[in-house]
Antibody, heavy 123, light 107 residues
Framework: QVQLQESGPGLVKPSQTLSLTCTVS??????????WSWIRQPAGKGLEWIGR???????NYNPSLKSRVTISVDTSKNQFSLKLSSVTAADTAVYYC???????????????WGQGTLVTVSS | DIQMTQSPSSLSASVGDRVTITCRAS??????LAWYQQKPGKVPKLLIY???TLQSGVPSRFSGSGSGTDFTLTISSLQPEDVATYYC?????????FGPGTKVDIK
């Protein structure tokens, strides 16, 4: 059974960079044809797809965040990471990591999710 | 970019009722459509992918249909544990857009 767990600071100052890591257990991040994804959800609002990475390193990002987002993978640690720069209060949300399956070059459907971590942007 | 809409935004139904939620894509996405259930305070859970394929372990009262631009999620007999917000998500391209959600509660 694949499990994902987000980790990182719960409080980030405005204009700084939000950094989160997702640790995958119960399977190798390199095995299979999966996309490793980040999604966020502001309090009381809907889900927003942030982006995903394939284990080859190929990435795709939400155009609304593309200039500020970087997703990377560390196969030796079975982890993938999210960096979001120049954050503002609007980036306050619960951030989820997830595994996606689907056709090549798609975002995939999200079949395993982490528990989510709340990141608050505030001085 | 393809936009996803859902209707209604919320609904209230009685236990045992048949409930239908609609998801519409602004352009055709074939059958690359997934449905998720998010109970209050919980992590979203995959219910259906490829528009109509039930994820393992999901009760058979849930079903999905549609192709192209119009999709439906049906709960054949609403149960108290189905109180949740339901989201559709397209995945036909590298951009995985979610619908705005439909909140379902018990009358």
């Amino acid at each position: 059974q694949v499990q994902l767990q987000e980790s990182g600071p719960g409080l980030v100052k405005p204009s700084q960079t939000l950094s989160l890591t997702c640790t995958v257990s119960g399977g190798s991040i390199s095995s299979g044809s999966y996309y490793w994804s980040w999604i966020r959800q502001p309090a009381g609002k809907g889900l927003e797809w942030i982006g995903r990475i394939y284990t080859s390193g190929s990435t795709n990002y939400n155009p609304s965040l593309k200039s500020r987002v970087t997703i990377s993978v560390d196969t030796s640690k079975n982890q993938f990471s999210l960096k979001l720069s120049s954050v503002t209060a609007a980036d306050t949300a619960v951030y989820y990591c997830a595994r996606a399956e689907g056709p090549y070059d798609s975002s995939g459907y999200l079949d395993y999710w982490g528990q989510g971590t709340l990141v608050t942007v505030s001085s | 970019d393809i936009q996803m809409t859902q209707s209604p935004s919320s609904l209230s139904a009685s236990v045992g009722d048949r409930v239908t939620i609609t998801c519409r894509a602004s352009q055709g996405i074939s059958n690359y459509l997934a449905w998720y259930q998010q109970k209050p305070g919980k992590v979203p859970k995959l219910l259906i992918y490829a528009a109509s394929t039930l994820q393992s372990g999901v009760p058979s009262r849930f079903s999905g249909s549609g192709s192209g631009t119009d999709f439906t999620l049906t709960i054949s007999s609403l149960q108290p544990e189905d109180v949740a917000t339901y989201y559709c998500q397209k995945y036909n391209s590298a951009l995985g857009t979610f619908g705005p959600g439909t909140k379902v509660d018990i009358k």
